[in-house]
């Protein structure tokens, strides 16, 4: 009996400490609390097409229209002038350059002067006895010759009886001879024709030049012009003369520039057509990078937005009724940051923040400014809750 009696009491505590361990894991058990649904804000502008100017973005360095490189015809000792040669130094237009000692040269220049100038004093005793009606003409010419100055030019002949005399005497190839020589000479001096100034100076005083070598670059810089790509689609509507926008990386400087030559081919490995564009500036610099905006074209009810906003190329998400859907559109233009567009329906509302990943059918919520800003996002779309 007390055996019996044990064993029910055993059961009896088996079964209760069951009972007690499947209450104590149900106690420890957490309730997983509903996921809140998130709904996130968004920023839009309503739609109101208009007329859109394509601008085309271009860009190069400038570089002086009128540049002239210095190159030496003769040889000799590089003299000093009145100002030093080196780069950055100024020159007004006819001022000297480059100055070569020439006085070796200059004394056989001289030399063949002189010898004209007696080959003609041998003739005038034949020329006063047998044509003294040409006489005065000749015995004036020798009068007028200087032979510290440019050599005249011969009388001019009136019968063919003179001309054959003066030829038989070698006058004529004297002559020339002589003005070969001065015309080697002016070539020891080298005057600038322009005022600008020197970017480059590859000589110094005392240098032996030799002929054919490189003494340095010399520009103008009163006008620059910058060389541009633009794509051949649009070269039916660049023109000469038309302005352009120009400004520095910075945006910091605008300059206008005016479309002075259109090259009149097409690149054939990027379909592009050269433009240049003249410009000027006393701040503008050789080399310096400028942007260009040309006026190609207007789009016809059509807006601009970010690129970013574009999806697919070919779709932007606009809000209905709190909900996220996609329409198709048609760009018409893309920039590097902006992008225009038709067949968006005017009063569409649209996005002018792109949301992370959005997609059609999407819960959203439109922010609503604290005052209300109406204003023209761009030039076409108005925007009416637009974060500022």
Not at 41 to 57: E, Y
Not at 208 to 215: E, V
Not at 225 to 231: L, N, R, T
Request: charged share 25%; aromatic share 8%; no cysteine.
């Amino acid at each position: 009996m007390r055996n019996i009696i044990l064993s029910i009491l055993g059961i009896l505590l088996i079964v209760v400490a069951v009972f007690a361990a499947m209450k104590i894991v149900d106690s420890k058990t957490k309730i997983k609390p509903k996921a809140a649904k998130v709904i996130k804000t968004v920023f839009v502008d309503t739609v109101q097409n208009g007329t859109v100017p394509i601008k085309i973005s271009a860009n190069g360095n400038l570089t002086a229209k009128r540049r002239l490189e210095l190159f030496s015809e003769v040889q000799g000792v590089f003299r000093g002038g009145a100002k030093l040669f080196k780069t950055g130094q100024p020159y007004q237009k006819g001022q000297k350059l480059i100055r070569i000692d020439a006085s070796e040269y200059y004394a056989s220049v001289q030399s063949a002067k002189s010898n004209l100038y007696n080959l003609i004093t041998s003739i005038m005793p034949d020329l006063r006895l047998d044509y003294p009606d040409i006489y005065d003409k000749w015995q004036a010419y020798l009068i007028n010759f200087d032979i510290n100055k440019v050599t005249p030019e011969l009388p001019e002949t009136t019968s063919e009886k003179e001309k054959y005399f003066i030829t038989g005497r070698n006058i004529y190839s004297t002559y020339y001879n002589v003005k070969n020589l001065e015309q080697r000479l002016s070539k020891y001096t080298i005057s600038a024709p322009f005022s600008g100034i020197l970017t480059e100076a590859l000589v110094t005083e005392g240098t032996l030049i030799r002929q054919g070598q490189k003494l340095g670059e010399f520009i103008d810089t009163s006008a620059y012009e910058i060389e541009v790509a633009i794509s051949k689609e649009y070269s039916d509507l660049l023109k000469i003369g038309e302005t352009v926008e120009l400004s520095n990386l910075d945006k910091s400087k605008e300059y206008q520039g005016v479309v002075t030559r259109i090259n009149g081919s097409v690149d054939q490995a990027t379909q592009t057509i050269t433009t240049f564009i003249e410009v000027k500036d006393p701040s503008l610099k050789e080399g310096m990078y400028l942007e260009a905006n040309l006026n190609a074209r207007k789009a016809e009810n059509a807006i601009e937005i970010d690129r970013n906003l574009l999806q697919q190329n070919n779709k932007v998400f606009v809000v209905r009724d709190s909900i996220l859907d996609v329409i198709n559109v048609q760009p018409v233009y893309f920039s590097d940051k902006k992008v225009i567009l038709t067949g968006v329906p005017d009063g569409d509302v649209i996005l002018n923040k792109p949301v992370p990943g959005a997609y059609a059918g999407m819960l959203v919520k439109i922010y609503q400014s604290k005052k209300n800003k109406q204003g023209a996002k761009g030039n076409n779309i108005i925007s009416t809750n637009s974060k500022q």
